[in-house]
């Protein structure tokens, strides 16, 4: 006996959905959403776009600062009040900073030289890994970023509060009042602080040469200066240079650009600390190919 074709329920159409038409209306639409390689082109194209328009931001207000500032009144009060409360205030973390890193450093190549039966070298070795990169380069990711996210709570506070729109009203300039400064301040403390930094690692690798590997510490101060070369220096101020003009700006243009609200101030110093330090490794690193070619 033949059995019967079709659904069981009694459908001619066989359409499990019991649509007679066989139309398939009961079944779930397609998704309109943009599929995920589009979502991720679109992220990264905002991204990018964003990132464009932050480094436009910057060079504007650099050279705004650069072309206004020098102008008179010079405002050499307010430099020297900002290089006393970015520069001197400082000292104390940029003192201990820079003696561990010192002790750090002289302890890892003291272990490796003393393998070969070389601790003797330990003054050459440490010299030129400590002036022209540990030093500039961890002071200014630590110090030049508390710099900078100063300088963005202070003048994002002024923003939210529209005291920097009071300061536009009076008549005043505020970039030549509030960002020139505060640039000029940062661009001279940073060279300073590193400079001392050298000193300050240099004694703390001297303690350790003569404390941990017998080395004596006149011999290691010796072999230290011998090393270096007056390029070698200048490497480390110019790059302390750069890295102090870029914590200046980036919080000052950071501070500018604070929107209104409860948490923008916050949201805006975060944002600064990212940026300094994306920056300062991205100056790092054209600075050493420019000090140091190959060929």
Same mark, same amino acid.
């Given at each position: 006996?033949?059995?019967?074709?079709?659904?069981?329920?009694?459908?001619?159409? $066989?359409?499990?959905?019991?649509?007679?038409?066989? &139309?398939?209306?009961?079944?779930?639409?397609?998704?309109?959403?943009?599929?995920? #390689?589009?979502?991720?082109?679109?992220?990264?194209?905002?991204?990018?776009?964003?990132?464009? *328009?932050?480094?436009?931001?910057?060079?504007?207000?650099?050279?705004?600062?650069?072309?206004?500032?020098?102008?008179?009144?010079?405002?050499?009060?307010?430099?020297?009040? =900002?290089?006393?409360?970015?520069?001197?205030?400082?000292?104390?973390?940029?003192?201990?900073? &820079?003696?561990?890193?010192?002790?750090? #450093?002289?302890? =890892?190549?003291?272990?490796? #030289?003393?393998?070969?039966?070389?601790?003797?070298?330990?003054?050459?070795?440490?010299?030129?890994?400590?002036?022209?990169?540990?030093?500039?380069?961890?002071?200014?990711?630590?110090?030049?970023?508390?710099?900078?996210? $100063?300088?963005?709570?202070?003048?994002?506070?002024?923003?939210?509060?529209? =005291?920097?729109?009071?300061?536009?009203?009076?008549?005043?300039?505020?970039?030549? *009042?509030?960002?020139?400064?505060?640039?000029?301040?940062?661009?001279?403390?940073?060279?300073?602080?590193?400079?001392?930094?050298?000193?300050?690692?240099?004694?703390?690798?001297? #303690?350790?040469?003569?404390?941990?590997?017998?080395?004596?510490?006149?011999?290691?101060?010796?072999?230290?200066?011998?090393?270096?070369?007056?390029?070698?220096?200048?490497?480390?101020?110019?790059?302390?240079?750069?890295?102090?003009?870029?914590?200046?700006?980036?919080?000052?243009?950071?501070?500018?650009?604070?929107?209104?609200?409860?948490?923008?101030?916050?949201?805006?110093?975060?944002?600064?600390?990212?940026?300094?330090?994306?920056?300062?490794?991205?100056?790092?690193?054209?600075?050493?190919?420019?000090?140091?070619?190959?060929?």
């Amino acid at each position: 006996m033949t059995q019967p074709t079709g659904d069981p329920t009694g459908d001619p159409t $066989g359409d499990p959905t019991g649509d007679p038409t066989g &139309s398939g209306a009961g079944a779930e639409p397609k998704s309109d959403e943009p599929s995920a #390689l589009r979502e991720w082109v679109i992220n990264v194209g905002t991204t990018i776009n964003a990132g464009i *328009k932050w480094c436009g931001g910057l060079a504007v207000m650099f050279g705004q600062a650069a072309i206004r500032g020098p102008r008179r009144p010079f405002g050499l009060f307010d430099i020297s009040y =900002q290089i006393v409360q970015l520069g001197i205030r400082s000292i104390p973390v940029t003192t201990m900073m &820079s003696l561990f890193v010192g002790m750090i #450093l002289a302890w =890892q190549f003291g272990e490796a #030289l003393a393998d070969f039966g070389a601790k003797n070298s330990l003054g050459y070795v440490t010299s030129l890994a400590l002036v022209r990169e540990l030093v500039p380069t961890l002071l200014a990711v630590t110090v030049g970023t508390k710099m900078a996210t $100063g300088m963005t709570a202070e003048l994002g506070s002024m923003k939210v509060t529209e =005291q920097i729109d009071a300061i536009s009203a009076l008549g005043a300039d505020p970039i030549k *009042k509030l960002v020139w400064p505060r640039l000029v301040a940062a661009s001279i403390a940073m060279p300073l602080l590193v400079a001392w930094g050298n000193v300050v690692a240099m004694l703390g690798g001297m #303690l350790i040469s003569d404390t941990v590997f017998d080395v004596p510490a006149g011999y290691f101060y010796h072999t230290y200066i011998d090393e270096l070369e007056p390029l070698h220096y200048i490497m480390s101020e110019t790059k302390a240079l750069v890295f102090g003009g870029l914590a200046g700006i980036v919080g000052c243009y950071q501070g500018f650009t604070t929107k209104f609200g409860t948490e923008a101030v916050g949201l805006a110093t975060t944002e600064t600390v990212i940026a300094v330090s994306v920056m300062v490794l991205l100056a790092d690193f054209a600075l050493t190919t420019f000090f140091m070619p190959i060929g």
